[in-house]
């Protein structure tokens, strides 16, 4: 994995010039068809497992497999996924029958209008959540018919034409937000789910570690307690009671999740991943690990 791949960075390994028509002041945005990239791209079929510096939404039409975070999907035929700057991802083809469409946005794309739209906070792009959707028939014409007006409108000469484009995006998340269960669409009022939350969402927002020399920060339950300014032991009760498990043991399971993303996708030694994951001394890390899986770190690496 390394570090986050800008948007400069994706055309240049598309083989693509960045179009003219997009405008830098409005934030970045563009939509593609699958399989012209494909055809372009034929060198780079492979995406590789990392960061992007961008948002993208995919209509994935064709035989995938999906690497999202530590979750491995297999896609028969359709899906969209919804992928966030905080989660590495890739996904790649199982066959030459690849089609659909995908648009990237940058972040302020969708904040041009001062709506107060925080992406972080949506849905289909928290860490954690499900970033990917199985479609039926009729949901895929839905989906084609929302994209294919993308396509029009950026080609179009309409002055206003990335105000609606701004809306067909936010028309593609309520889609993907409609398609998850509903309890998981409300914030929760209860004043321990609520600091239960705050944790959760301050815990992913150290992860996921890009080179080995960025340290992560925050590795105590006093630490997360000072953040959110509440006492080291009423976040111990408000994790036991929600989650079943102390914010030590919470702290740990994301500590070693990461740790074998870091393992089988980079090519850091187990020095330098202990060393990004807060340890001064490689074998804590190394007892920590075979603690939690009854493997070294290298025998897990294989």
């Known amino acids: 994995m390394t570090k986050s791949a800008t948007i400069e960075q994706f055309y240049k390994d598309t ?33 590789p497992y990392n960061r992007r510096a961008y948002y993208k939404i995919s209509l994935i039409v064709g035989r995938n497999r999906a690497e999202y975070a530590d979750k491995v999907i297999d896609i028969e035929h359709n899906a969209l996924l919804f992928a966030t700057p905080l989660i590495p991802y890739n996904y790649v083809p199982q066959d030459e029958n690849q089609a659909g469409f995908f648009c990237i946005f940058s972040e302020d ?18 860490p954690g959540g499900n970033p990917i959707f199985f479609l ?12 294919k007006k993308m396509f029009r409108e950026i080609e179009s000469d309409y002055a206003y034409k990335y105000d609606l484009l701004r809306n067909y995006v936010i028309e593609l998340i309520h889609f993907g937000q409609k398609l998850q269960p509903a309890t998981s669409l409300f914030t929760e009022t209860n004043a321990y789910k609520r600091v239960s939350s705050l944790f959760i969402e301050l815990l992913e927002r150290q992860f996921p570690v890009e080179p080995p020399h960025q340290k992560l920060n925050l590795r105590s339950a006093k630490n997360y307690a000072d953040q959110l300014s509440i006492h080291v032991n009423y976040l111990n009760k408000v994790l036991k009671e929600i989650t079943g498990k102390t914010t030590t043991e919470l702290i740990t399971e994301r500590i070693i999740k ?31 690990f075979k603690k939690h899986t009854a493997l070294s770190p290298r025998a897990f690496r294989g």
Do not use: C
């Open 109 to 126: 794309f969708l904040t041009q209008d001062n709506s107060g739209v925080r992406l972080r906070e949506l849905p289909v792009f928290k």
């Open 15 to 47: 083989s693509m010039l960045i179009p003219a028509q997009v405008q830098k002041e409005v934030g970045h945005f563009n939509i593609f068809r699958t399989d012209e990239l494909y055809r372009v791209a034929a060198k780079n079929r492979v995406m």
């Open 258 to 288: 990461e740790s074998k993303v870091l393992l089988k996708h980079t090519d850091w030694n187990v020095s330098e991943i202990a060393y990004s994951l807060g340890f001064e001394e490689a074998s804590h890390f190394n007892n920590l």
């Open 136 to 147: 039926n028939d009729e949901q895929i014409e839905d989906i084609k018919y929302i994209f």
